[in-house]
Nanobody, 114 residues
Framework: QVQLVESGGGLVQAGGSLRLSCAAS????????MGWYRQAPGKQRELVAR???????NYAAAVKGRFTVSRDNAKNTVYLHLNGLKPEDTAVYYC????????WGQGTQVTVSS
């Protein structure tokens, strides 16, 4: 059974930082492309950042230079470091794994106050 469990969300003031974690099980983590998506109220889910099995990363334009995605294959965990947070970053953040098919976590809420 595949499980992606996110943690680390919360309420933070604008300009602050958070670190999201996603612990994966039931997949071959080191062979998987891992990603973070977000969905704000009334909006579609969008890609925030992605890291491939070889460590190649890509970011949405809105977060480039502020967010950093990383992975620890020994811990089967992917991280998203969120710096310089803005109110428009408020959303539910979802962990995604691509290993044959797409798998999703349950999401973690990030709220940025102005």
């Amino acid at each position: 059974q595949v499980q992606l469990v996110e943690s680390g969300g919360g309420l933070v003031q604008a300009g602050g930082s958070l670190r999201l974690s996603c612990a994966a099980s039931g997949i071959s983590f080191r062979l998987s492309t891992m990603g973070w998506y977000r969905q704000a109220p009334g909006k579609q889910r969008e890609l925030v950042a992605r890291i491939t099995s070889s460590g190649t990363t890509n970011y949405a334009a809105a977060v480039k230079g502020r967010f950093t995605v990383s992975r620890d294959n020994a811990k089967n965990t992917v991280y998203l470091h969120l710096n310089g947070l803005k109110p428009e970053d408020t959303a539910v953040y979802y962990c995604n794994a691509i290993w044959g098919t797409n798998y999703w976590g349950q999401g973690t809420q990030v709220t940025v106050s102005s």
